[in-house]
């Protein structure tokens, strides 16, 4: 079975902030693919990253950058220099190399403040 | 660029009623998910479709629930005599599909159904 833990339910920091949300998943693949989502206050889910299991190196893409570690199950995001606009819930998500179905964690709700 | 589309954004509908919601798929996308978000929840899977074929529906809350996608093009999902508890988020996605690879899926914006 598959699982994926955001034990952060909710952060909130203050505009410039630098902020990590927590991602860990489980499962008993080899191949595997992990993904973060976005979803605004106005409800669609936006897709930001997909890594999977065979690369584990680190990605930046402007103010966001993921840290994926096979040793501690775990693929957090930072968020670099906080801003208004981030503010949404991030979803952490797991697919196994052979199916297609999303396991998704309960999200974390980011708030930054001005 | 067309993203997913989902209609209707919002149905009410009394108890015992049967609603069909709708999905239009990013047209080059084979694969075509349904998934159903609760309040402070992650989606959770319900059914996909690779191209007219529904490859997965074990997952489908109950026989109320059946979802089809008659000519590889858009979907429908269909709940028949709805109970309260029914009433969430009706979420779906679209991806293409790849020999041996995992592409990313692509939201619509969902259809919110509240059962009075």
């Known amino acids: 079975a598959q699982k994926v833990t955001q034990a952060q339910t909710e952060i909130s920091v203050v505009e410039k902030e630098d902020v990590t949300l927590d991602c860990v998943y489980e499962t008993r693949d080899t191949t595997y693919y992990l993904f973060w989502y976005k979803q605004p206050p106005s409800g669609e889910l936006v897709f930001l990253i997909r890594r999977n299991s065979f690369d584990e190196q680190n990605e930046i893409s402007g103010r966001y950058s993921w840290n994926f570690q096979k040793s501690t199950s775990s693929f957090n995001f930072t968020i670099t220099a906080s801003q208004v606009v981030d503010s949404a819930v991030y979803f952490c998500?797991?697919?196994?190399?052979?199916?297609?179905?999303?396991?998704f964690g309960s999200g974390t709700q980011l708030t930054v403040l001005p | 660029d067309t993203g997913v589309s989902q209609n209707p954004r919002h149905k009410i509908t009394k108890r015992g009623q049967n609603v069909t919601f709708r999905c239009d798929p990013i047209?080059?996308?084979?694969?075509l998910y349904w998934y159903r978000q609760t309040l402070g929840q992650g989606p959770e899977f319900l059914t996909y479709?690779?191209?007219?074929?529904?490859?997965?529906k074990s997952r489908l809350l109950s026989d109320r629930f059946s979802a089809e996608r008659p000519k590889g093009s858009f979907s429908t999902l269909e709940i028949q005599r709805t109970e309260q508890g029914d009433s969430a988020m009706y979420l779906c996605?679209?991806?293409?599909?790849?020999?041996?690879?995992?592409?990313?899926?692509?939201f619509g914006p969902g259809t919110r159904l509240t059962v009075t």
């Open positions: 998500a797991l697919t196994r190399g052979s199916a297609r179905q999303l396991t």
């Open positions: 996605a679209s991806s293409l599909m790849g020999q041996g690879a995992v592409y990313e899926q692509y």
């Open positions: 047209s080059e996308h084979n694969r």
């Open positions: 479709f690779q191209n007219e074929a529904q490859l997965e």
